[in-house]
């Protein structure tokens, strides 16, 4: 089952920022938080992930809180390409690259005009 | 530089059919996972092939398995299609070396299979 809880669905306006929350109460000292989306009838696609500390790239900004129990994904500007299914994951790092996704639900983010 | 690619694009069966899809992975990588999207879930881990043997499963039945190639190419092959096999089917692939400690699994467009 996936360890992560997110709204069902969220509104953005164009160009307005839109902040994606995601809780993970259970998180353990070992695992990792990813984003991934899908577009529609696409494969997921990577976003970002994070361990403790706040992460930056060129699609978004990624904010853990200090005890890791939630995080937000934040999309600075907003398009009508962003909207998507937005998924949370927590996911443990091995060595080999062997850790499934585990996917739930996922949040769909609608960016209107 | 091709990403992860699939084939075919959609593909129609009947029940009692069987299916096999196939996946080449991104460039440079040699771990491949297969995923099944049902329509409005989530994708679900099917298994996960590595050095061409594999590495972990899935709660998934015995009629689902696959293959890796030595060029980490894979393919999925479902025997005695039901109709709840009906799905998005993904492949995923990945790297086991990565700086970050990242192991970010890069995913194909799918192929839509329907059983009938």
């Known amino acids: 089952d996936a360890k992560t809880t997110q709204p069902p669905s969220m509104d953005c306006a164009e160009g307005r920022a839109a902040n994606l929350p995601c809780n993970h109460s259970t998180i353990s000292g070992n695992e990792y938080v990813y984003w991934y989306r899908q577009i529609h009838s696409q494969g997921p696609q990577y976003i970002i992930h994070?361990?403790?500390n706040n992460e930056t790239n060129e699609m978004a900004s990624l904010i853990i809180t200090e005890d890791r129990k939630s995080s937000t994904l934040i999309l600075p500007h907003a398009t009508l390409r962003d909207t998507a299914v937005y998924y949370c994951?927590?996911?443990?790092?091995?060595?080999?690259?062997?850790?499934?996704?585990?996917f739930g639900k996922g949040m769909k983010l609608t960016v209107n005009p | 530089d091709a990403g992860v690619t699939q084939s075919p694009t959609h593909l129609i069966k009947t029940r009692g059919q069987q299916v096999t899809l196939r996946c080449s992975p991104k460039?440079?990588?040699?771990?491949v996972s297969w995923y099944q999207q049902a329509l409005g879930q989530g994708p679900q881990f099917i298994f996960q092939?590595?050095?061409?043997?594999?590495?972990q499963r899935g709660n998934f039945p015995d009629r689902f398995s696959g293959h890796q190639f030595p060029n980490y190419s894979s393919e999925l092959n479902v025997n005695a299609l039901l109709l709840g096999d009906s799905a998005l089917y993904l492949c995923a692939s990945n790297t086991g070396t990565s700086g970050r400690g990242g192991y970010e699994q890069y995913f194909g467009p799918g192929t839509r299979l329907t059983v009938t």
């Open positions: 460039s440079g990588h040699d771990t």
């Open positions: 092939y590595y050095e061409e043997e594999e590495r």
């Open positions: 994951i927590v996911r443990p790092i091995t060595q080999g690259g062997s850790e499934k996704l585990v």
């Open positions: 994070g361990l403790k």
